[in-house]
């Protein structure tokens, strides 16, 4: 049997594997996207868990400003993968019937903000502001930069005042900031929240600072959550038909056992069945730090201050819960009859102004 050599192989075939495959691919090199799975895609999965035709995202769900990224733009996915923007992308239900509902449009959320407390209207007001700010002279130029060392990352933003005012708010713990400059718990709650999602792990909302930038996140309405039409999977269908029509090749049901590693540098990988397959250039894991570094490649081929950064590498000691209903109708919550009687105050329909999918971190949702 002739031995299987390519330029490049990639392990996962998630989003991150199909990207850059499809790009390497497109350049001409031959390139080899290995899946242990039987289905692509990673955490880009739609399933119907309950009932048929009951399509639900198990797992990726809302995708941070997908359509304003390059590879969508370059892939042309536009036409074969839409995206719609939700007016109202999270809300949070409370026991007493009210709920505290997120709206991408400013003067609605602040004065939904100020049903609890104006003074916190004012306040997010306020940090909305600096936050488009922050968003349009770091967030985005940084977002398609070259990742830099955090010191001279550091030395750069120094040298500006939007960076200035970016490393004064991230250098502050985000638990203190927003007890610090809200006063009312339910607002609190839901800032809390949004912004432990915002392009960070989860455990920044509880470290000494935010590096990130969740905190400026948590306030900034231009950017946020797209829904993907049809189901996640349909970003993971979009990228492989992209990645094969450039000339990729795919293989399913492969668990990579073994990075193979000869004089310092990467060569192929070794398949749990026996297979070998070589890479003329280069060997590339999607796979997360741990499985990759302590399993695929060895600790025993890694010199002692790479494995100590290994060893810092943590996961989230908490995840995120989620329920998936079967559903005739839309949920009616119990602050849907609250919201009914502020209806002269409201600028949007009652159904409409309170969306039937939630976030919320309640115990419960009283509904009816």
Same mark, same amino acid.
């Given at each position: 049997?002739?031995?299987?050599?390519?330029?490049?192989?990639?392990?996962?075939?998630?989003?991150?594997?199909?990207?850059?495959?499809?790009?390497?691919?497109?350049?001409?090199?031959?390139?080899?996207?290995?899946?242990?799975?039987?289905?692509?895609?990673?955490?880009?999965?739609?399933?119907?868990?309950?009932?048929?035709?009951?399509?639900?995202?198990?797992?990726?769900?809302?995708?941070?400003?997908?359509?304003?990224?390059?590879?969508?733009?370059?892939?042309?996915?536009?036409?074969?993968?839409?995206?719609?923007?939700?007016?109202?992308?999270?809300?949070?239900?409370?026991?007493?019937?009210?709920?505290?509902?997120?709206?991408?449009?400013?003067?609605?959320?602040?004065?939904?903000?100020?049903?609890?407390?104006?003074?916190?209207?004012?306040?997010?007001?306020?940090?909305?502001?600096?936050?488009?700010?922050?968003?349009?002279?770091?967030?985005?130029?940084?977002?398609?930069?070259?990742?830099?060392?955090?010191?001279?990352?550091?030395?750069?933003?120094?040298?500006?005042?939007?960076?200035?005012?970016?490393?004064?708010?991230?250098?502050?713990?985000?638990?203190?900031?927003?007890?610090?400059?809200?006063?009312?718990?339910?607002?609190?709650?839901?800032?809390?929240?949004? @912004?432990?999602?915002?392009?960070?792990? #989860?455990? !920044? %909302?509880?470290?000494?600072? +935010?590096?990130?930038? &969740?905190?400026? *996140?948590?306030?900034?309405?231009?950017?946020?959550?797209?829904?993907?039409?049809?189901?996640?999977?349909?970003?993971?269908?979009?990228?492989?038909?992209?990645?094969?029509?450039?000339?990729?090749?795919?293989?399913?049901?492969?668990?990579?056992?073994?990075?193979?590693?000869?004089?310092?540098?990467?060569?192929?990988?070794?398949?749990?069945?026996?297979?070998?397959?070589?890479?003329?250039?280069?060997?590339?894991?999607?796979?997360?730090?741990?499985?990759?570094?302590?399993?695929?490649?060895?600790?025993?081929?890694?010199?002692?201050?790479?494995?100590?950064?290994?060893?810092?590498?943590?996961?989230?000691?908490?995840? @995120?819960?989620?329920?998936?209903?079967? #559903?005739? !109708? %839309?949920?009616?919550?119990? +602050?849907?009859?609250? &919201?009914?009687? *502020?209806?002269?105050?409201?600028?949007?329909?009652?159904?409409?102004?309170?969306?039937?999918?939630?976030?919320?971190?309640?115990?419960?949702?009283?509904?009816?």
């Amino acid at each position: 049997m002739a031995e299987e050599i390519y330029d490049g192989i990639i392990i996962g075939a998630g989003q991150h594997g199909l990207i850059l495959g499809s790009y390497l691919a497109k350049s001409g090199l031959k390139i080899l996207v290995v899946e242990r799975r039987l289905t692509y895609g990673g955490g880009l999965m739609t399933t119907e868990p309950t009932l048929p035709g009951f399509y639900m995202n198990p797992h990726s769900i809302n995708h941070f400003n997908v359509t304003a990224a390059p590879w969508y733009r370059d892939f042309e996915l536009a036409d074969r993968v839409p995206y719609i923007t939700p007016r109202y992308d999270m809300a949070s239900p409370h026991k007493d019937g009210t709920a505290l509902v997120w709206s991408r449009d400013r003067d609605e959320l602040i004065a939904t903000i100020a049903r609890f407390s104006k003074r916190d209207a004012e306040a997010f007001r306020h940090w909305n502001a600096i936050s488009d700010r922050l968003n349009d002279q770091v967030f985005l130029p940084e977002r398609f930069s070259e990742p830099i060392p955090e010191q001279e990352r550091n030395e750069l933003l120094n040298r500006t005042e939007a960076g200035r005012g970016f490393l004064e708010m991230i250098n502050e713990q985000p638990l203190n900031f927003v007890t610090r400059n809200f006063e009312h718990e339910k607002i609190q709650l839901l800032l809390l929240f949004r @912004l432990s999602l915002f392009g960070t792990v #989860l455990y !920044d %909302a509880l470290q000494e600072k +935010s590096p990130m930038g &969740a905190v400026i *996140r948590g306030f900034d309405l231009n950017a946020g959550y797209q829904i993907c039409v049809g189901g996640s999977f349909n970003l993971a269908r979009g990228l492989m038909e992209t990645y094969l029509r450039a000339g990729g090749d795919y293989l399913n049901q492969a668990h990579v056992s073994r990075i193979t590693i000869e004089g310092g540098r990467a060569t192929g990988v070794e398949l749990e069945d026996g297979r070998a397959i070589r890479a003329r250039q280069f060997v590339s894991s999607t796979v997360d730090v741990p499985q990759t570094f302590n399993q695929m490649v060895g600790r025993d081929r890694l010199p002692a201050d790479f494995l100590a950064r290994i060893d810092a590498f943590k996961h989230t000691g908490w995840a @995120l819960f989620g329920l998936h209903l079967a #559903l005739r !109708d %839309a949920p009616r919550y119990a +602050s849907e009859s609250l &919201a009914a009687r *502020r209806s002269s105050s409201c600028s949007t329909p009652t159904r409409k102004w309170l969306p039937a999918r939630c976030r919320h971190r309640s115990r419960s949702a009283p509904a009816r």
